[in-house]
């Protein structure tokens, strides 16, 4: 029974797979699409802020093609030398997108604080209508991963780059109205070092994130006492120990521990006990177990290891 069960979940999965990717190829024509109306417009007008948020949106679609890349990897089927296929390829390229991003901070830094000590006349009226457009796509983008935005770290990634990115469009579209009124031509280098602290920031916990799962800690939608509390449940278990759990993709995680059961049970029973609490494992966010069983002698409801 627990054999279908997994099977079905397999399966499932493969089908949300299918939907996911083609809402990263919708999200990644808009932003390629966008990326080279904003970097014209940003060249044209002599604006850093554009030009800047251009190669952030750039930085965004290298990210979706990875992450795309990422979910490809899942579908591959193991092989004797490569028991669980690629799956860890989706956690190390979450790290490489988050390490691009900081990569492109960097050059958005060192042209913000040149160009704040050196401000340029920019077209403000170019930028408010660019901007406005950035905001419609970014926002749209990032509706499209919203629904699973908790389900796969790649893709909270790709919902918390558009989403910023929609709000970073905002800063621009205000800064163009305060150009377009004064002669404040600063305003243009300070929005874009606004715009690397939010990157920054936003780019940190995914880093943080993705660093935790390369070096197989916890993951952290997974909980080591509700996984022993979860296995206290059955009268048969009296205890468990040794517990390992890791990810083994972006939305996969793997546990082996050890069961110490009623020495008085069956053999039936004792695979009817590790199959259930396997069931409850998936509910817990753990997709494949790996259990080994000891033995305790109970008499009168005091056990001891036989």
């Not at 996911?20 to 970097?39: C, D, H, P």
């Not at 660093?211 to 468990?240: C, G, H, Q, T, Y």
Request: proline share 2%; aromatic share 10%.
């Amino acid at each position: 029974m627990h054999d279908h069960d997994h099977h079905d979940h397999g399966h499932h999965h493969s089908v949300e797979l299918k939907d996911v990717n083609g809402r990263f190829i919708t999200g990644i024509v808009l932003n390629v699409l966008f990326v080279v109306v904003e970097f014209g417009a940003g060249f044209f007008s002599n604006s850093l802020a554009l030009m800047s948020d251009a190669g952030h949106n750039l930085s965004d679609v290298a990210s979706l093609i990875l992450s795309l890349g990422a979910f490809k990897l899942l579908t591959v089927k193991a092989t004797t030398k490569f028991t669980y296929g690629y799956r860890k390829g989706s956690i190390l390229i979450s790290l490489l997108n988050a390490a691009i991003l900081l990569i492109a901070v960097a050059g958005i830094g060192y042209e913000s604080i040149f160009r704040f000590f050196h401000p340029e006349p920019v077209k403000s009226d170019v930028i408010i209508w660019v901007a406005l457009i950035g905001i419609f796509i970014n926002a749209f983008s990032a509706f499209l991963f919203f629904r699973d935005r908790d389900k796969d770290i790649n893709i909270k990634g790709a919902y918390l780059h558009l989403a910023i990115d929609a709000l970073v469009s905002v800063g621009v579209v205000v800064s163009g109205i305060i150009m377009h009124f004064t002669s404040w031509n600063w305003i243009d280098p300070m929005i874009s070092l606004v715009i690397m602290v939010v990157i920054v920031g936003s780019t940190w916990s995914l880093l943080r994130h993705s660093l935790r799962l390369s070096m197989d800690a916890v993951p952290p939608n997974v909980d080591i006492d509700e996984v022993e509390k979860a296995a206290l449940k059955f009268a048969d278990i009296k205890n468990i120990h040794h517990i390992h759990v890791w990810a083994i993709s972006t939305a996969e995680n793997a546990l082996t521990a050890h069961l110490v059961l009623n020495g008085s049970i069956s053999n039936d029973e004792v695979t009817k006990v590790k199959s259930d609490f396997k069931h409850e494992l998936q509910h817990l966010g753990i997709q494949h177990a790996t259990l080994e069983t000891e033995f305790v002698q109970c008499i009168e409801n005091a056990c001891m290891k036989g």
